[in-house]
């Protein structure tokens, strides 16, 4: 069974640091990672998925087979970048259901 | 579009009674996932439902839920005889289809006294 593990549950970093909110997981096949976002008193969103290698909000997340790691970093951090973040694994091949890390509490210190 | 719609946003039931859960996906969307964050833990998958056709249901607890997804009219999630284990945030997910994006819904929060 697959299994998503966020060793962080509070992370606080001042504004203009650099972000690093950690992701491992494990699964015997090749999944399809994601980073999911939810702002205070908004739903759960989406940030980024890996194989779109794209860059949002600055952010960015390179899926690692060989650590089984998709850290989610972005170079400066700001004040609207509070949030929870979760990552999540979709494992494919019709077994289309996301598994949660339990989350990471982001606050930028002013 | 209004996005996934769920309510009630906030639901306080006493033990032993009814909970209904709602959740509209967004137009289009065929694929419907419910999801439970008990406090302190991260989202859990409990069902994924097409229409009409429970798809996965590893997820749920063998007893007291149930969960549809009708021809017309919203998802519903039921659980019956609630107990204070079941107070928990329950989040509803839809998706265009299996492969694409899945887009939440603001969730309903479940309080059982």
């Known amino acids: 069974a697959q299994r998503v593990t966020q060793p962080e549950k509070l992370l606080s970093v001042f504004k203009g640091a650099p972000v690093e909110l950690k992701c491992n997981y494990s699964?015997?096949?090749?999944?399809?990672l994601f980073w999911y976002v939810q702002y205070s008193r908004q739903r759960l969103q989406l940030l980024l998925r890996?194989?779109s290698r794209e860059s949002i909000k600055g952010f960015t997340a390179d899926l690692n087979k060989g650590e089984t790691s998709f850290h989610l970093k972005k170079p400066f951090a700001q004040e609207e970048d509070s949030a929870m973040y979760y990552c999540?694994?979709?494992?494919?091949?019709?077994?289309?259901?996301?598994?949660f890390g339990t989350g990471t509490r982001l606050t930028i210190i002013p | 579009n209004a996005g996934v719609m769920q309510n009630p946003r906030h639901l306080v039931r006493r033990r032993g009674q009814e909970a209904r859960l709602r959740c509209s996906p967004m137009?289009?969307?065929?694929?419907v996932y419910w999801y439970r964050q008990l406090p302190e833990e991260g989202l859990k998958f409990m069902v994924y439902?097409?229409?009409?056709?429970?798809?996965?249901e590893s997820g749920m607890p063998k007893e007291r839920f149930s969960a549809e997804f009708p021809k017309e009219g919203p998802s519903i999630l039921r659980i019956q005889q609630v107990v204070r284990g079941d107070s928990a945030a329950y989040f509803c997910?839809?998706?265009?289809?299996?492969?694409?994006?899945?887009?939440f819904g603001q969730g309903t929060r479940l309080t059982v006294v």
């Open positions: 997910a839809s998706s265009l289809t299996a492969n694409t994006e899945a887009f």
């Open positions: 699964y015997s096949g090749s999944p399809e």
């Open positions: 890996h194989i």
């Open positions: 999540a694994l979709l494992p494919g091949f019709g077994n289309e259901k996301l598994t």
């Open positions: 137009k289009g969307h065929s694929h």
């Open positions: 439902l097409q229409k009409e056709n429970i798809i996965d």
